[in-house]
């Protein structure tokens, strides 16, 4: 019983500690891309594009921790 | 979407037309591939350390000991292919 | 020849996704959690009450309709009838191996994806004019998209046309896969990992195609282990090199798998909090469905995001690999 709360904690925790670091880094790029965006307005639409191939690249590392943390609340019975 | 205008420099050159996000991507490509060697090199490790310890049936010190190799053959893969990327003649 | 060899990697890309799927027919679907139900009267029930005849629990409703299955279950909402079918049961003896191979809910909808896309593709492309206009031009706006945006920008001008047969469709395919998944009652292949792993290695194989052509078959072999590397040390090198070519492939997959399932996740257990949380249903109900409806519009969004990517990370290592000397 005490394995299984474990384990159902340890997803828990460790869902919300990949969104907060895929939440920081993809808030950082989104400021760069706004600065780089205010300075220069003609290169917006490239800026645009490197922006959301960056978050997404982001977003696909966030999402491992999002499976092993799936993987261990279905598997933890 | 404007043209990219580094065509206007070379235009017979094979990467004519690359975005700079590729040329970029392409002159790291190196690094790239040598941080994932450090990665198989850790894996490899703790792989053959994982099924060895299986077949032999011992402690986990065949894992322990996979993975500390593995790790040193990642770290060597990772300098070598460094050094070799910094070697080659750059445009 | 040219023209061939690319027809040819354009239908062999259809034909082993479609031979990846029934891998995920061979396993188990995946096993419903066992939850333990709460005696006390804090926390979250996990029965409902009784449906029909029998209860469930709402993890297993949500992890049932998510996951793959051996059935497709329609439903009437204003007359509760359901309509099943079950799928058939494809076995196949292979030198005393049983194979399964029946068809599963995800196998049948990327099907359903395929012949969509055959037909409609060649429908619009029938009527081809100097001014285009009807399906036949929005159908022109992507292509020349994956070509312009996509194969020219990574590859360059010298080899974009050989390879965009194949972008275009994994482009198309995943987009039509993914948009798939959001009709009611239908099932998200590209939630399944083993038809990303097939997409996946696809796009492997076509990197290692485009390394060889650029590089000469024996030159690309011969510089995958760094220069400089004592001899004795190669037989190790080489499988930790092999291990570090297929980190690109894998992450390939895994972010398209995981993006479409978490969506789809998150989708159900919004609409499950009714449920589970039957007490407060009249004022979580509204809600709930108003952020359902708003994840199901972002749904929209990814769905065409997830396909770009997916598509302009192998344009990328595509290009990568033809130019690397």
Request: hydrophobic share 55%; net charge neutral; charged share 10%.
């Amino acid at each position: 019983m005490i394995q299984l709360a474990l384990a159902f904690l340890g997803a828990g925790l460790g869902a919300g500690l990949a969104v907060i670091g895929a939440a920081y880094g993809i808030g950082r790029l989104a400021a760069a891309a706004m600065e780089g965006t205010a300075r220069q307005p003609a290169s917006a639409g490239d800026i645009r594009t490197s922006m959301i191939i960056a978050a997404a690249l982001i977003e696909g590392a966030t999402l491992f921790a999002l499976v092993v943390c799936i993987l261990l609340a279905t598997k933890a019975a | 979407m404007d043209r990219n205008h580094d065509d206007d420099r070379n235009p017979e050159e094979k990467h004519a037309g690359m975005s700079g996000f590729a040329r970029a991507m392409q002159a790291a490509g190196p690094y790239l591939q040598a941080s994932y060697s450090l990665a198989g090199g850790v894996a490899l490790g703790v792989i053959a350390g994982y099924y060895a310890d299986e077949k032999l049936g011992t402690t986990p010190w065949l894992l322990v000991t996979g993975s500390v190799l593995g790790m040193a053959l990642g770290v060597y893969a990772f300098i070598k292919a460094v050094l070799e990327a910094g070697k080659r003649p750059r445009r | 020849m040219g023209a061939l060899v690319r027809s040819t990697l354009a239908a062999a890309a259809l034909a082993v996704t479609f031979a990846a799927a029934p891998a995920a027919s061979a396993q188990e679907p995946a096993a419903p959690v066992q939850q333990e139900t709460v005696d006390s009267n804090v926390g979250l029930p996990t029965e409902t009450p009784s449906v029909g005849e029998h209860t469930v629990s709402v993890p297993d409703v949500v992890f049932h309709h998510v996951t793959d299955g051996r059935d497709i279950a329609f439903e009437n909402p204003f007359t509760g009838a359901t309509f099943t079918w079950n799928l058939p049961h494809w076995v196949v003896n292979v030198g005393g191996h049983e194979i399964d191979l029946s068809p599963t809910r995800h196998l049948i909808f990327m099907w359903l994806a395929a012949v969509i896309l055959v037909v409609a593709l060649t429908l619009a492309a029938r009527k081809r004019s100097m001014v285009p206009r009807g399906f036949y031009s929005v159908v022109e706006t992507l292509v020349r998209f994956v070509r312009e945006e996509l194969a020219v920008k990574n590859i360059g001008h010298h080899d974009a046309d050989h390879y965009v047969p194949y972008l275009c469709t994994a482009f198309f395919f995943i987009f039509v896969m993914n948009l798939l998944g959001l009709v009611p009652y239908a099932a998200t292949a590209t939630g399944n990992l083993a038809v990303t792993a097939g997409l996946a290695l696809l796009t492997f194989i076509v990197t290692l195609y485009a390394g060889m052509r650029g590089q000469g078959v024996v030159g690309f072999w011969a510089h995958i282990v760094p220069s400089g590397v004592p001899l004795w040390l190669y037989p190790i090198m080489i499988p930790v090199e092999l291990l570090g070519l297929f980190t690109k492939p894998f992450a390939l997959a895994v972010r398209l798998f995981a993006n479409m399932a978490a969506g789809h996740i998150v989708l159900f257990f919004l609409l499950a909090l009714i449920f589970l949380l039957p007490a407060v249903g009249a004022v979580v109900a509204p809600v709930s469905v108003a952020f359902a409806a708003g994840i199901y519009l972002l749904e929209l969004f990814v769905a065409l995001l997830q396909a770009y990517i997916f598509t302009m990370l192998s344009a990328l290592f595509i290009g990568m690999s033809s130019h690397s000397h």
